[in-house]
C-alpha cells in the first residue's frame, strides 16, 4: 500500500537538488506530484543547467506516482495562478505543496558585506527566495485548504534554532534562509483554523547535482570529496529530505508538527526512515557537536 495514493502535490521548483528528491520520494508514495521550474528540455534558466522538469517527473512517475511537469516561473503571478488553476481543473484538489523554489546559488557572494555585495544580485535572491514562496501560496493555498490535513513545507537552509545565532556567510543569504522559517509560522497560524499544518525544513549538507559538481564527484564515489572536505561525511541524498517529506505528506497526526522549525535528520529520528545507504546522517547535530567543536570528522554516532 502506497499511503499517499489519491493525494496530489504541487512541488513549486522540482528541476533539481531537494525539490527533485521530494517529488520523486512523493511519488515513491504514490502520490500525483506537478513538478514546477523554469529549466526544460526546450529552454534553461539563466542557471544554464542541464536538469529539467521533465527529468524530474519521469523519475517520479518511474518511482511509483504520477510525474507532471509543468514550466512556471514563480516569480510572474499570472503563471502561477495559471498553474493552480490547471490542477484544480486536472484534479479537483491540492493535498500539499512544497515551497521549494531558490534558484539564486550563482547570485550570492559568500563573506562580502552588505555595503559590497552586489545589491542588484542581492535583492534579485531576496525576490527569488522569498517573493516566489509567497505568491505561489497566495494562489496555491484556497485550493489546499478545501480539505482538511493539507500540508506545506517551506524549504530552507538551516533550522530556526540554528540560524538564530550563526551567520549564513552574507547579509542577504541570511535573510533569505531564515526569513523562510517564519514564513511557515505564520502560514500555521492562518492554516490552523482549517485543520491544515505548515512548517518549515530544512536538509543536511546535502548532495545536490551543484553540490557533488563542486568537489568533483558523482554520487557513486561522493566519499572521495570527503579527502578535500573531511565534514563532507555527513551529506546526505536530496531523497532523504524528500523522504522526510513523504513522511509528514503521510502522518495522520502531522499537525503536531504545525509552525515548527525541522530538519531531515531530526525526522529521520521520529519516522525512522533512513537515507539511500541505509543510515540516518544528523548534520545540524554533527555541525554543533563535531565540526564548530573543532573536533576531527568523524561521523560515529550521527548517521
Known amino acids: ?15 533539481r537538488g531537494a525539490g527533485r528528491g521530494i517529488a520523486t520520494e ?21 542557471y544554464n543547467r542541464p536538469e529539467t522538469i521533465e527529468e524530474t517527473a519521469e523519475l517520479v512517475t518511474q518511482a511509483g506516482g504520477h ?18 488553476q490547471r490542477i484544480e481543473q486536472e484534479q479537483g484538489r491540492l493535498d500539499i505543496l512544497i515551497n521549494d523554489i531558490w534558484g539564486a546559488e550563482l547570485l550570492a557572494e559568500w563573506h562580502v558585506p552588505v555595503w559590497e ?25 484556497p485550493l489546499l485548504i478545501r480539505n482538511k490535513h493539507g500540508l506545506v513545507v517551506e524549504m530552507t537552509d538551516g533550522t530556526a534554532a540554528y540560524n538564530q545565532d550563526h551567520y549564513r556567510i552574507s547579509l542577504f543569504y541570511d535573510q533569505a534562509k531564515t526569513s523562510i522559517n517564519r514564513m511557515a509560522w505564520a502560514l500555521a497560524q492562518e492554516l ?14 546535502m548532495r545536490s547535482e551543484i553540490m557533488l559538481e563542486h568537489f568533483g564527484v558523482k554520487e557513486e564515489n561522493w566519499r572521495d570529496a570527503a579527502e578535500r572536505e573531511p565534514h563532507f561525511i555527513i551529506s546526505e541524498t536530496p531523497r532523504f529530505v524528500g523522504r522526510a517529506v513523504a513522511a509528514l505528506a503521510g502522518d495522520p497526526d502531522a499537525g503536531r508538527w504545525n509552525g515548527q522549525s525541522l530538519s531531515s535528520g531530526q525526522l529521520a529520528g521520529v519516522y525512522g ?18 565540526q564548530e567543536a573543532g573536533k576531527p570528522a568523524n561521523a560515529n554516532g550521527y548517521r
Open 117 to 141: 555585495h552586489s545589491l542588484e544580485g542581492g535583492l534579485r535572491m531576496l525576490r527569488l527566495a522569498i517573493d516566489t514562496h509567497i505568491i505561489t501560496s497566495h494562489f496555491a493555498l
Open 273 to 290: 526512515f533512513k537515507d539511500l545507504d541505509g543510515s540516518q546522517p544528523d548534520c545540524f547535530r554533527y555541525l554543533v557537536e563535531v
Open 26 to 46: 512523493l511519488g515513491a508514495a504514490g502520490a500525483t506530484v506537478y513538478v514546477t521550474g523554469r529549466t526544460t528540455r526546450a529552454s534553461r534558466s539563466e
Open 192 to 205: 490552523k483554523p482549517y485543520s491544515c499544518t505548515a512548517v518549515s525544513l530544512t536538509p543536511g549538507w
Open 67 to 84: 510525474g507532471i511537469a509543468v514550466q512556471v516561473d514563480h516569480l510572474i503571478p499570472e503563471q502561477v495562478q495559471a498553474l493552480v
Open 1 to 15: 500500500m502506497k499511503p499517499l495514493n489519491g493525494k496530489v502535490a504541487l512541488v513549486a521548483g522540482a528541476t
